[in-house]
C-alpha cells in the first residue's frame, strides 16, 4: 500500500491477553490452554517467564484511538505492555482459587506432556505439546532480569498518553480475574 503512495498505519499488537475486566479469554490462546492444562493435570514447571500480555479491551480500544488521530497516519504502533510481570502471579491467582498446581523439575513436566500427548488429546496442553522442547532448565533458576522487549513502544505511548482510558497493570488483580474466568460455575461443564 505504502508503494502505491496510500496513507497506511501500521499496528503490531503482541501477545494479547483476555478482557481486564471479564477476564473471558480466546479458548484457543496459547495462555490460555497453557493455564487450563496446569490446572488439569496439577502440574507446572519450575522457574519464572516475564510476561507482556495486552488485556484485549485495552488493544482494541489504543487501536482505535490511535486510528482517529490524523497525525498518526504512516506510522507505526508496536501494542506491546510496557512492564512485564511475573509468571508467577498466575500460579498466587490459581492458589488463591483454590487449585493445586506442584512446581516440579522440567524433565518431570515434560515427561507429563509426552503422556498427555499419547493419551489424551482433548486434553488442553495436547495442541500445544509440539511447542515444547525435551531440553531441561537444569538451573530451575527465575530470571535475573526481564528480557528486553523486542520493539521500541515509546511512540505508541507517547501518542496515547492522553488516551481517555488507562493501561491496565498486570497485576495479581488482572490475573485473579484471568483465573476466575477460566474456572467454570457450578451449571457450566469443565472448560478444555
Known amino acids: 500500500m505504502r508503494d502505491r503512495n496510500l496513507p497506511t498505519t501500521i499496528y503490531r499488537p503482541g501477545p494479547i491477553s483476555g478482557h481486564s475486566e ?3 479469554f480466546n479458548r484457543n490462546d496459547f495462555l490460555y490452554r497453557l493455564m487450563q492444562g496446569y490446572i488439569q493435570s496439577g502440574m507446572a514447571p519450575n522457574g519464572e517467564t516475564p510476561l507482556d500480555l495486552l488485556p484485549v479491551d485495552y488493544a482494541a480500544k ?3 484511538y490511535l486510528s482517529q488521530q490524523p497525525e498518526t497516519i504512516g ?7 510496557p512492564n512485564h510481570a511475573s509468571s508467577n502471579l498466575l ?3 490459581c492458589q488463591a482459587a483454590g487449585y493445586t498446581i506442584q512446581r516440579v523439575p522440567y524433565a518431570t513436566w515434560y515427561q ?7 493419551d489424551d488429546p482433548a486434553h488442553p496442553l495436547y495442541p500445544l505439546v509440539a511447542l515444547f522442547s525435551s531440553r531441561q532448565n537444569t538451573t530451575n533458576e527465575p530470571a535475573q ?3 528486553e522487549i523486542p520493539f521500541d513502544t515509546t511512540q505508541t505511548y ?7 482510558f488507562d493501561l491496565p497493570p498486570l497485576d495479581q488483580t488482572l490475573f ?4 476466575k474466568a477460566m474456572t467454570p460455575s457450578q451449571s457450566s461443564p469443565v472448560l478444555t
Not at 506510522?75 to 505492555?81: N, P, R, T
Not at 507429563?112 to 499419547?118: D, F, R, T
Not at 507517547?158 to 481517555?164: E, F, G, Q, S
Open 75 to 81: 506510522k507505526a504502533f508496536h501494542l506491546i505492555h
Open 22 to 24: 471479564t477476564g473471558i
Open 112 to 118: 507429563k506432556l509426552q503422556n498427555i500427548a499419547q
Open 176 to 179: 485473579n480475574t484471568y483465573v
Open 91 to 93: 500460579f498466587e491467582a
Open 145 to 147: 532480569t526481564p528480557p
Open 158 to 164: 507517547t501518542y496515547l498518553k492522553d488516551a481517555p
Open 62 to 64: 489504543a487501536i482505535v
